[in-house]
């Protein structure tokens, strides 16, 4: 249980078209959703927090016009690249709170985003 | 700020014998600590975590110890298999509800055969 699906797993752009990639919770509802990026050989850098229904809360230097994140229901967020540049290639991981509290976390498998 | 430090970034310890991931953190909000591991172009897998109001928290070969004063975790993996041979990361929450994890940057431990 608590499986959180992501996709696609791969995928390779132009430069300043837009990317979504979806992340799904499939045996859970999630209200919270958490999106994280990861560069090479670097942390987990927390991006925004996805609240079902309601606007998602980013963390302090993202760019909430660049990263448009939709959480319309309570199993499926949304995080969308918009003009994406060859800086924003990154490997971008979704994750949500399936025992709530902050106690529970389960992660997506990630999204390897390559803009050329 | 780095509130969650991992300070050593590669670690190498020989099958059978104990590895020792260390953590260190700098805020005292913090009080749920989990550690997860992580293969390459995957994301993180949950290992074990313990709360503040423990000491130590043990699960199979994995036990997390805690030391608030010091605010310092680590986690001990005994008997040391190849299959451990990961990239392994610390993360910290604050109080009930807050629900975000800060991250360290990882420590990768090879196991050697």
């Given at each position: 249980?608590?499986v959180?699906?992501?996709?696609?797993?791969?995928?390779?752009?132009?430069?300043?078209?837009?990317?979504?990639?979806?992340?799904?919770?499939?045996?859970?509802?999630?209200?919270?959703?958490?999106?994280?990026?990861q560069?090479?050989?670097?942390?987990?850098?927390?991006?925004?927090?996805?609240?079902?229904g309601?606007?998602?809360?980013?963390?302090?230097?993202?760019?909430?016009?660049?990263?448009?994140?939709?959480?319309?229901?309570?199993?499926?967020?949304?995080?969308?690249?918009?003009s994406?540049?060859?800086?924003?290639?990154?490997?971008?991981?979704?994750?949500?709170?399936?025992?709530?509290?902050?106690?529970?976390?389960?992660?997506?498998?990630g999204?390897r985003?390559?803009?050329? | 700020?780095?509130?969650?430090?991992?300070?050593?970034?590669?670690?190498?310890?020989?099958?059978?014998?104990?590895?020792?991931?260390?953590?260190?953190?700098?805020?005292?909000?913090?009080?749920?600590?989990?550690?997860?591991?992580?293969?390459p172009?995957?994301?993180?897998?949950?290992?074990?975590?313990?709360?503040?109001?423990?000491?130590?928290?043990?699960?199979?070969?994995?036990?997390?110890?805690?030391?608030?004063s010091?605010?310092?975790?680590?986690?001990?993996?005994?008997?040391?298999?190849?299959?451990?041979?990961?990239?392994?990361?610390?993360?910290?929450?604050?109080?009930e509800?807050?629900?975000?994890?800060?991250?360290?940057?990882?420590?990768?431990?090879?196991?050697?055969?």
């Amino acid at each position: 249980g608590a499986v959180v699906s992501q996709h696609p797993s791969r995928v390779i752009c132009k430069s300043g078209t837009s990317v979504k990639i979806e992340c799904r919770s499939l045996d859970f509802q999630a209200t919270t959703m958490f999106w994280y990026r990861q560069f090479p050989k670097q942390s987990l850098m927390l991006m925004a927090t996805s609240n079902e229904g309601s606007k998602a809360t980013y963390e302090q230097g993202v760019e909430k016009d660049k990263f448009l994140i939709n959480h319309a229901s309570l199993t499926l967020s949304t995080l969308t690249v918009t003009s994406a540049h060859p800086e924003d290639s990154s490997f971008y991981i979704c994750s949500a709170d399936y025992q709530g509290g902050g106690y529970g976390y389960t992660f997506g498998s990630g999204t390897r985003l390559t803009v050329v | 700020d780095q509130q969650v430090k991992q300070n050593s970034p590669s670690l190498s310890v020989q099958e059978g014998r104990i590895s020792i991931l260390n953590c260190d953190y700098t805020n005292s909000m913090f009080d749920y600590f989990l550690w997860y591991k992580k293969y390459p172009a995957e994301g993180p897998t949950f290992l074990i975590s313990i709360s503040s109001i423990k000491d130590k928290n043990e699960d199979g070969r994995f036990t997390v110890f805690l030391n608030k004063s010091a605010k310092h975790l680590s986690l001990h993996i005994v008997p040391s298999q190849p299959g451990d041979s990961a990239v392994y990361f610390c993360a910290a929450s604050g109080k009930e509800g807050a629900q975000k994890l800060v991250f360290g940057q990882g420590t990768r431990l090879t196991i050697n055969p």
